[in-house]
């Protein structure tokens, strides 16, 4: 019966999510173009915001680069861990960039917790994304310190399932023999991409690379002060 229902979530799941996003991002950039962003709480406070945001950008975007090429090329990983040493440097890597993520997002949780004003443009669903961001972080490193060297077994038995599902012929066997942290890990995954279009995620997609040169400028928020709070995302 739990097998059944496993099965079922690892070849089922992932299709719900993707569709949840496809759909919710199209339709959400089209009825409310506007709110596809991440609202600046910068001149509320800035301190905290630098050594939470900076950490926690380079961590993750370093670590989910890793995911991604060797969800590409999982024989070059291979052919790279090969060599102990190199092996090494991979994984140390990898979690250095975890632990950086994970700092980075703590310090964040207590800066949205502690500063007043942050506290009140801070709404249900910035608290869902940022706890269910640090489990997923948190899995992550569970992963990497119980269970070594996944960045080789990812290659071997986890990318050949996240292709299955990429092709439309779900193969769920290789996830059903992992240890319980690392399904929660991919779970945790697609429960992040399927509520992506309903929260401040978002901004993932419209990064404005002008940032990167233009001059600074100052942002005013223009939104009703009383229902601010109540915003739906
Ligand atoms: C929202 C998406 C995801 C996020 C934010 C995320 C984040 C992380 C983090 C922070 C780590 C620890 C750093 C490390 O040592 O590598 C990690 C490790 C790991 N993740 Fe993910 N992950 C995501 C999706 C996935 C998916 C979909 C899979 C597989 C199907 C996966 C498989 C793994 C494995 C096997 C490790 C251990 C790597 C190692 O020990 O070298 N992750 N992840």
């Known amino acids: 019966m739990l097998d059944t229902m496993m099965k079922l979530f690892f070849a089922v799941l992932p299709y719900v999510a993707l569709m949840t996003f ?10 409310r173009t506007f709110s596809y962003s991440s609202l600046s709480s910068q001149f509320l406070e800035n301190r905290q915001q630098f050594w939470g945001s900076v950490p926690f950008h380079y961590g993750i975007l370093f670590v989910l680069a890793g995911h991604i090429v060797g969800f590409l090329v999982p024989r070059s990983i291979l052919w790279w861990n090969s060599v102990p040493l190199r092996l090494y440097i991979l994984e140390t890597s990898a979690f250095i960039g975890g632990l950086c993520a994970l700092t980075g997002i703590i310090i964040l949780m207590y800066r949205r917790l502690t500063n007043s004003k942050v506290a009140k443009v801070t709404s249900p669903m910035d608290w869902i ?35 299955s599902i990429a092709t439309f012929s779900p193969d769920t066997a290789a996830v059903m023999v992992m240890p319980w942290a690392v399904k929660f890990h991919i779970w945790g995954a697609f429960a992040l991409i399927a509520l992506f279009p309903f929260t401040r995620l978002v901004h993932i997609l419209v990064i404005p690379n002008p940032y990167l040169w233009r001059k600074p400028q100052v942002v005013i928020w223009n939104w009703d002060r009383h229902t601010i709070r109540q915003r739906d995302y």
Not at 22 to 31: D, N, P
Not at 149 to 158: E, K, V
Request: charged residues 5%; proline residues 2%.
């Open 22 to 31: 496809f759909l919710g991002t199209i339709y959400r950039y089209r009825a």
């Open 129 to 163: 994304v940022l706890a269910m961001l640090a489990a997923q972080i948190g899995t992550g490193l569970y992963t990497a310190i119980f269970h070594n060297w996944g960045s080789s077994w990812y290659s071997a038995s986890l990318v050949p399932y996240l292709w």
